[in-house]
């Protein structure tokens, strides 16, 4: 068995194909439906995320299985199934394994070293036990992949550090003010930069989430959505008096937040400073509002500073982090190579257990019950010591795939072994 991969992602495919393959939980359950009903493919998972599509199954028949694979894919493409051949990619063994263990450590993501590909590995991992194609060899590679990701993230700053617009907002307004869980935000602007700035912000926990936006419907989307509140862009300067952090993502012409919005808010409120963080080009915010007692203003320049750095941190991270994929991709093969060997290891400990019944029923026919109990218990003792080196020399996965391969069948010619006769003698997926 081994495993198989097809799949898409921000790297290799067009965005119109990454909308077409994108599936929820229905679509995962229903692809995981259809690949169960294929001999080829009994063990499956599926990552599905905003930026990728990945198909992993195990199988003993590569090409029938590949042939299922792609035509998945074609299915579910739709008037896009042009685009899947040029896009996908397909990789198989040890590389498939290596792939799932680098996207969970944060290594192939969009944005280097982020956490949320973390969830997204265990939810697949879920979804495919639920739909009961997690097989041994699947399960045991999911949950490589989770540990390798945790590894990634407690023993190197891979995920230390804002490396989006977004984020680098909210360092430098923890920054600034220290904990954020009592202070109010005021979000201007409802684009993906202050809806991920929403997430980050919600995660803070502060005493209220305020999102202003010319379109009063897509404002109230994004608070509605982090459980803040919707204001219109003629309701903030009201809204500054009792805000300590703003942040201003729009496309307005003019300025959205003046000098003097900015002096009339904190006029009465000496004591509290105000935080503005200004990602908007052109400028949202005055400039000259960095001029106001008891304000900091830091500019969109300030801010690509921030995520320069903490990019250039996490990119010095790579090769520690390849050196625990490394590391954890050695013990995985190993263990499938141990895995490899269960099925001669049952022949081999079946044709011995033959041997020694046939010979002591044949010596033990006029013995007491007694005497014959304790030949039994001898023989059979005798037995697993004579087992146990052999059993542990073919289980230890110390050497490649095809050298592993012509030991085996040594074994079976050697002992004069029964071949292995399905793949469900050891439940699903096993070799």
Known sequence: MQVQLLGINHHTAPIELREALAMDGAGVRGMLRDIRTNPATGEAAILATCNRTELYVCTDEPLAAEMAMRRLFLTVAGERADLVTPHAYMRTGEEACRHLLGVAAGLDS???????????????????????????????????????????????????????????????????????????????????????????????????????????????????????????????????????????????????????????????????????????????????????????????????????????????EVPRVEAIIDEECRKLMAWTRGLGASSVVRELAARFEQVRAEEVRRNLRHFHPEEEAAVERMTKALISRLLRAPITHLTSGEFTASVESARLEVVRELFALEPHSSRTEAGVGAP
């Open 110 to 316: 969009m944005i280097l070293g982020e956490h949320q590909i973390l969830g997204q590995v265990r939810e697949a991992q879920s979804r495919a036990r639920d739909a009961e194609t997690l097989g041994p060899l699947m399960n045991r590679l999911w949950s490589a992949a989770l540990h390798t990701g945790k590894r990634a993230r407690t023993e190197t700053d891979i995920g230390m550090g804002a490396v989006s617009v977004a984020s680098a907002a909210v360092s430098l307004a923890e920054q600034a003010l220290g904990d954020l869980r009592n202070r109010r935000v005021l979000l201007i602007g409802a684009g993906d930069t202050c809806r991920l700035a929403a997430r980050h912000f919600a995660d803070r926990r502060p005493a209220c989430l305020v999102v202003a936006n010319r379109s009063s419907d897509r404002a109230a989307a994004v608070a509605a959505a982090f459980g803040g509140e919707a204001i219109r862009l003629d309701q903030i300067p009201d809204a500054l008096g009792s805000t300590d952090v703003v942040v201003s993502a729009t496309r307005a012409p003019g300025f959205v937040v003046t000098r003097d919005m900015v002096h009339s808010a904190v006029a009465d409120r000496p004591e509290r400073p105000l935080v503005l963080v200004d990602v908007a080009v052109p400028r949202d915010i005055e400039p000259s509002v960095e001029t106001v007692p008891g304000v900091l203003l830091y500019p969109i320049d300030a801010v690509r500073t921030l995520v320069d750095r903490s990019l250039a941190h996490r990119l010095r």
